[in-house]
């Protein structure tokens, strides 16, 4: 959660710096900052973590260091939040909220794991831990419920760079985790006792005035018109007015999104407003290190509160599958979502402001929050056998137990699988079965795409392409001869091309590409048939010039 203060005209209030005091003094901590997050992020990729790892690392050390705090960091790491909340708008459906796995499990998760934290940490009290001791149930329940929350953050940043933020598990923990900031932003405006402020009808007007920005959206471009259409439209109706209006900032950054989702043009916008806002999200996890003093006791206290994440991520997994996820994907998501949130961060802060818990409990929650993310990078990248086998464990279930868009795929017989049915996809679907006669079954992971297919005639099933056991499912070696590989992102048609490999499919796969780059990277990993986006654009073009002009080609053909 940003530091936007509700009620609040304008960002959060910095000291401006004098000239003087930025000077050659200002410089050198920026120039501090930079080669020890690099180096640090660096470090991190080269044993094979996410670069965040280093990033969250970086940031304790310029605190043990001594360096002064940058001043421009806390509006950084706001602004960084607001625009991931604002990009996960963008991609998400509001129906997704609406479904029982969504709400059915971040509901239930928060109440039992607020019960399950508090029981931890009223053991540790009576053990004798320093920082518990004289804890009553009061403070225990509300770092109980601070750790209940997962970081929409990390979750949302892992899944974009696996290029699996539009798979079903993608989607699911993405809605949960947003269903999670709501009840936070209740909780916070609870807890100061808010009281609704006349201005917030204003915010009503925004469904009309989406409508505007989407005509003015229209006749913007494609270029970087496009991106300050993005930022301005997710800092000025989105997080500035529902900050003047008194509620969260990244609230309404996140509903702006959301309003804006059903424009054709959402992807594309998240897609440049990408490097942008993962830039500006390393403020945010520098934040977390250069926030407090570490102290023994408050590191071996957020070491501690590391055995919950286990726990934590089961307990996601178990109330997935009761409400109709197979166990794979449960468990997918699980991972995904075993993490502490920066949210605990502000409830610890209320607590230590209460006079309840002392300041070393904001140093343990920052290590807290930090060590999971460490724990639950490393979980992700190199759990895969962990995934595999917890997924095996479980006990299996009934197809009809199973939600319709997680249940196996029966191909049936079939020569041909389009994977991705846009433009491209459904074109090469209707060449290849009006064309050469074969028998094709397209694959979409969206459910409208899929209807419309559907009932245009076209043999399209709802399934996610970039799932693993999907291949393991389908068993495409056994009929199958052509394979296309059509999805809109370049990192799901390449993490489709790995886990159809790993099936043993050995017949043809052709790979649309949307560049040079896409297009030798395919080819690297063995595949010839790969079609460049822009192949015979021009000649298509020319040829149709002539055919309106009454042209007649040269050799005399039509």
């Known amino acids: 959660m940003a530091s936007w203060p509700a009620g609040v005209v304008g960002p959060p209030p910095v000291a401006p710096a004098a000239s003087s005091e930025w000077g050659c003094a200002g410089m050198d901590t920026a120039v501090i900052y930079l080669a020890i997050t690099f180096a640090l992020g660096f470090g991190a990729t080269a044993v094979r973590l996410p670069p965040l790892v280093g990033f969250l690392a970086a940031g304790f050390v310029l605190r043990a260091l001594g360096v002064g705090v940058l001043p421009a960091l806390p509006v950084l790491s706001d602004l960084g939040v607001m625009m991931l909340m604002f990009t996960i708008g963008l991609k998400l459906d509001v129906r997704t909220l609406l479904r029982k796995v969504a709400w059915g499990t971040a509901l239930p998760h928060m109440v039992f794991s607020t019960l399950i934290g508090a029981g931890f940490l009223g053991l540790l009290a009576l053990i004798g831990a320093p920082m518990l001791r004289g804890a009553d149930a009061r403070p225990l329940l509300l770092l109980g419920f601070s750790l209940s929350f ?6 949302a940043k892992l899944l974009e760079e696996r290029s699996e933020d539009g798979s079903l598990y993608g989607r699911t923990a ?8 709501i009840v936070a932003v209740g909780f916070l405006a609870a807890r100061e006792g808010w009281q609704p402020d006349p201005r917030i009808l204003v915010l009503v ?3 009309p005035a989406t409508l505007l920005l989407r005509r003015l959206w229209d006749r913007v471009g494609h270029d970087e018109l ?34 804006l989702a059903p424009s054709k043009r959402a992807t594309g916008l998240a897609a440049a407003l990408f490097s942008i806002k993962e830039v500006l999200l390393v403020g945010f996890f520098l934040t977390i290190g250069t926030l407090h003093p570490l102290t023994l006791p408050a590191v071996l206290m957020g070491l501690a509160l590391l055995v919950l994440l286990p726990v934590q991520a089961l307990l996601y997994v178990l109330l997935q599958r009761l409400f109709g996820l197979r166990n794979r994907t449960a468990v997918l998501s699980g991972f995904i979502l075993g ?5 605990g961060l502000i409830v610890a802060s209320y607590v230590v402001g209460q006079g309840v818990l002392g300041e070393d409990w904001l140093t343990a929650l920052s290590i807290a929050v930090a060590g999971s993310f460490i724990v639950a990078s490393i979980a992700n990248r190199r759990g895969t056998r962990l995934i595999a086998w917890l997924a095996d464990a479980l006990p299996t279930r009934a197809t009809v137990r199973i939600i319709p868009e997680d249940r196996p795929v029966a191909l049936g017989d079939v020569r041909a699988i389009v994977l991705g049915m846009g433009r491209i996809g459904a074109s090469a679907y209707g060449h290849l079965s009006r064309g050469y006669g074969l028998s094709v079954v397209g694959v979409e992971n969206d459910l409208d795409r899929a209807a419309d297919l559907q009932r245009r005639g076209m043999n399209v099933i709802v399934a996610d392409a970039t799932d693993a056991e999907f291949w393991q499912r389908l068993h495409p070696g056994r009929t199958v001869a052509i394979v296309v590989l059509a999805m809109p992102e370049h990192g799901s048609n390449v993490y489709a091309l790995h886990l159809l490999e ?13 560049n040079d780059d896409d297009v030798r990277e395919i080819r690297e990993l063995g595949v010839e048939a790969v079609f460049h986006l822009y192949d015979g654009a021009g000649d298509s073009l020319a040829d149709r010039a002539a055919v309106q002009a009454g042209v007649k080609r040269a050799d005399g053909t039509d």
């Open 339 to 343: 993490t502490f949130s920066e949210f």
């Open 502 to 514: 790993g099936s043993g499919y050995d017949g043809t796969v052709a790979v649309v590409a949307h």
């Open 205 to 207: 007007l925004l469904w």
């Open 174 to 181: 993405l809605a949960i985790l947003v269903l999670q900031d």
């Open 150 to 155: 997962s970081s929409t953050v990390f979750a």
């Open 226 to 259: 496009q991106v300050l259409f993005g930022i301005a439209v997710a800092l000025v109706p989105g997080a500035w007015l529902f900050a003047w209006a008194g509620v969260s900032g990244d609230l309404g950054a996140l509903v702006i999104g959301l309003l």
